[in-house]
């Protein structure tokens, strides 16, 4: 029978859309554990079918899972930084643990085969552009338990896979502000603090960065903007600043209407507005990845008149019960999850206990500027004559994409405005 557990394994995400401010954060003191471990050259996996169905899948049913429980606020999530987290802790699991990693995330495939996906995908955006897409994951272990020790072969495949920094120190007040430095270094100082204090019980915790920095392809002119009304979820009448725009992308699913608007980068915005007599929270449980990406694939190339509110708002959610929900429960069990290729631990076993995410948004004239955040505790123990029209006036779904493979890197819905 296992032992008690005593120790934690956290596991933290920050995501970060169009920013572009100094990274001021200081040099990360803690002992550089990644010495004698050198990232080896590996083969990556192009984005095919396969893979874009499971992560659209995931995308959604993440989606949907976050409405259920907080459907009535703004949401955001960026299940880009919840994959790359997750698959990086994929590889320190085993057993029937390691297999519901693989369900969720790969609907099947395995975590070589997902390791070899992702890493495609993150050379895909390393180039400059208008825009840019970057990701910084690291490793922080607690020198406190001496009874932990890093499995080498967890660390050489997410500094392969990932570029996974790995770093070792007593957890304490110096060590929490080097995880916060380290993440406003790589958030270019938009996410300034991820979390407040260390649990001194936890032996390691995983970070993951996203930054994502884009103006919109063709900016709103000034009299572009001007005011409107918006109805939040709970019919309140909100005075909102209304963007207005002619696009040429246009969406009909059956069920909502909408519109894509490029970035400059090679991504974009997609905004979906559910007919009148369907709710958001409805809306968000019929789609589905197929659905999702079958709406961008038919977008009807013609005018669209669209309109939608400047936005910002912050947003945040304990994510384990929708992970739970979805399939993923053995990581969670105190007894019978299965972190064994993580790590030794002779005091108890690992599991994680909660999955925080938490997200910021701003979009405007320019461009889209958006954070999120997530961490997870791994304890022990409209046809008018051939011109559409399109007016988001109303809650709806948006997501940021990628044009390449329609892949959202963020996805959310907007149900109130300036609250």
């Given at each position: 029978?296992?032992?008690k557990i ?52 995931f995308?959604?049913k ?9 459907g009535?606020?703004?949401l ?59 990701t910084?994951?690291s ?5 406190e ?7 080498r ?23 929490l502000?080097?995880i ?15 979390i ?40 309140t009448?909100?005075?909102?600043s ?10 009909d ?10 970035y ?14 369907i709710?958001l929270?409805d ?23 669209a ?27 105190p ?27 701003t ?7 958006a ?18 029209s ?9 997501a ?19 609250k």
């Open positions: 029978m296992k032992k005593t120790g934690i394994f956290a596991l933290l995400l920050a995501a970060v859309i169009g920013i572009n401010l100094s990274g001021c954060a200081k040099r990360v003191q803690a002992a550089d554990l990644s010495q004698g471990i050198t990232p080896v050259k590996v083969e990556g996996k192009a984005a095919d079918a396969k893979y874009s169905a499971a992560q659209m899948n995308a959604l993440l989606l949907e899972k976050t409405f259920e429980e907080k009535k606020e703004n955001l999530v960026s299940p880009v930084s919840v994959t790359l987290a997750l698959a990086m802790t994929s590889n320190g699991a085993d057993g029937e643990t390691k297999k519901q990693f693989e369900t969720l995330l790969g609907s099947g495939m395995d975590t070589d085969e997902l390791n070899a996906y992702l890493y495609a995908f993150l050379q895909s955006f390393s180039n400059e552009n208008a825009g840019k897409l970057k910084a994951n490793i922080w272990f607690n020198t338990h001496h009874s932990f020790e890093a499995n072969t967890f660390l050489q495949k997410n500094a392969d896979y990932y570029g996974a920094a790995a770093y070792k120190s007593v957890f304490n007040e110096k060590t502000r080097d916060n430095n380290w993440v406003k270094m790589n958030t270019d100082g938009m996410i300034e603090k991820i407040d204090d260390l649990d001194p019980d936890a032996v390691m915790y995983l970070i993951n960065t996203v930054l994502f920095d884009a103006e919109w392809e063709n900016i709103y002119k000034k009299d572009e903007v001007r005011d409107g009304t918006f109805t939040a979820l709970d019919g009448k909100r005075t909102a209304m963007m207005y725009s002619a696009e040429h992308l246009y969406l699913d059956g069920k909502a209407i909408g519109f894509i608007k490029p400059r980068n090679g991504y974009s915005f997609v905004a979906l507005l559910p007919n009148e007599d709710s929270s809306y968000a449980a019929s789609m589905t990845g197929k659905s999702f990406a079958d709406t961008i694939k038919n977008a009807e190339d013609v005018p669209v008149e309109a939608m509110p400047k936005f910002s708002y912050d947003y945040d959610i304990e994510m384990s019960g929708a992970l739970k929900a979805l399939g993923m429960s053995l990581p969670f069990d007894e019978k999850a299965d972190f064994s290729a993580l790590g030794y631990y002779e005091s108890g076993n690992i599991f994680i206990s909660r999955v925080l995410h938490k997200a910021y948004i979009v405007d004239e320019k461009g889209t500027k954070g999120a955040a997530t961490a997870a505790d791994i304890k022990a123990t409209s046809d008018t004559g051939g011109l559409y399109v007016t988001l006036d109303r809650p709806f779904v948006y940021v994409i990628d044009d390449a493979c329609g892949l959202p890197v963020f996805i959310g819905a907007v149900t109130d405005i300036g």
